[in-house]
């Protein structure tokens, strides 16, 4: 997900940004994190499953899951920053602010980050779930 984030920012002529090794390491950090729980939960979904439900299984999970860990990640910065701000921790006011904060991180997350998935994160994300639904690893099960 790091070479898709950075072949998508290239192409638009975007890879010059001094955040460019922040963002990079976000979405490879939130991919990394991904796998584990999202292929857990696509093997669980996926038992004595045809190999289209496997597919799909995968498909949905690890797709999901980077994404929503990605996403997470970048929430994390996002109200680290805008932490200084903020009013103290414990008050009604800072869980609105930190509400509020991670909901607009996610929504800006979904509107600008989502696209730095494409055009080669989705073809990894393809090729990996079918390879994942017709390996001899889910077949034996």
């Not at 990640?73 to 920053?81: P, V």
Request: proline share 3%; glycine share 8%; with cysteine.
């Amino acid at each position: 997900m790091t070479l898709s984030a950075w072949f998508a920012l290239w192409l638009r002529e975007r890879d010059v940004t001094f955040h460019l090794a922040e963002l990079l390491w976000v979405f490879g950090a939130g991919a990394l994190l991904a796998w584990p729980p999202a292929l857990f939960l696509a093997r669980f979904a996926a038992i004595g499953r045809g190999v289209e439900t496997r597919f799909a299984a995968y498909l949905f999970f690890l797709s999901l899951g980077t994404i929503g860990m990605t996403a997470l990640l970048f929430a994390l910065d996002y109200r680290e920053f805008y932490a200084q701000w903020h009013a103290p921790i414990g008050t009604t006011t800072w869980l609105f602010q930190f509400a509020f904060t991670t909901l607009i991180a996610f929504y800006q997350f979904l509107v600008m980050g989502l696209r730095l998935y494409l055009p080669i994160g989705g073809v990894i994300l393809f090729a990996v779930c079918l390879w994942l639904a017709s390996g001899r690893r889910a077949q034996r099960r």
